[in-house]
């Protein structure tokens, strides 16, 4: 069974830095690319960027470039969503979740979701 | 473009048909993933591709693609139902970004 399992809620100050996890398990974590996305309070869905585990091959979507840092831990099947300056503004929900191997890129499992508040 | 259009809201009697559409220039290159998401859960796949319904999903739900359309159609819709729908495709052929459409909320009346 495949399962995605994030890390918990966190709440942070702005100008913090943040790094949520999501440990995937019941398939091979190379195979597949994994994406974060973020839906922000009583919003829709966005792409936030994609990592291929097998070399760590990263992309962002133009908005989050540069403000955030997708990474992976291929040996303990974990990948990463961080920041090093958080601000009001990212409070959401973060969503990691698997591409499958089509063309269309359809994710076809998602994590629980981590919800991240940035409050003075 | 990369950007996906979805009506905002849309309702549906209970046990009717109503049908869910997004619209985007990516979508005359890549087929349309559906994705069901209820309040406080995660979103979940109910269509994908030129006709992948995932296992575990009712086959009330079908989808369809014309042009720059794609469509996400219930039949016989259930109270289980009322959600929120967001379509998503590839960006383009050099990246494995997607885009999501804004959503549709769907009510079941």
């Known amino acids: 069974e495949v399962q995605l399992v994030q890390s918990g809620a966190e709440a942070k100050k702005p100008g913090e830095s943040l790094k949520i996890s999501c440990k995937a398990s019941g398939y091979t974590f190379t195979d597949h690319w994994i994406a974060w996305v973020r839906q922000m309070p009583g919003k829709g869905l966005e792409w936030m960027g994609i990592?291929?585990?097998?070399?760590?091959?990263?992309r962002y979507t133009p908005s989050f470039q540069g403000r955030v840092t997708i990474s992976v831990d291929k040996s303990i099947n974990t990948a990463y969503l961080q920041w090093t300056n958080l601000r009001a503004s990212d409070t959401a929900f973060y969503y990691c979740?698997?591409?499958?191997?089509?063309?269309?890129?359809?994710?076809?499992?998602w994590g629980q979701g981590t919800l991240v508040t940035v409050s003075s | 473009s990369s950007e996906l259009t979805q009506d905002p809201a849309v309702s549906v009697a209970l046990g009717q048909t109503v049908r869910i559409t997004c619209q985007g220039g990516s979508l005359r290159t890549y087929y349309a993933s559906w994705y069901q998401q209820k309040p406080g859960q995660a979103p979940v796949l109910v269509f994908h591709g030129k006709n992948n319904r995932p296992s575990g999903i009712p086959d009330r739900f079908s989808g369809s693609s014309s042009g720059n359309t794609a469509s996400l159609t219930i039949t016989g819709a259930q109270a289980e139902d009322e959600a929120d729908y967001y379509c998503?495709?590839?960006?383009?052929?050099?990246?494995?970004?997607?885009?999501f459409g804004g959503g549709t909320r769907v009510t079941v009346l």
């Open positions: 998503n495709s590839r960006v383009n052929r050099l990246s494995h970004l997607g885009v």
């Open positions: 979740a698997r591409q499958d191997r089509s063309h269309d890129s359809t994710i076809d499992f």
């Open positions: 990592i291929y585990p097998g070399d760590s091959d990263a």
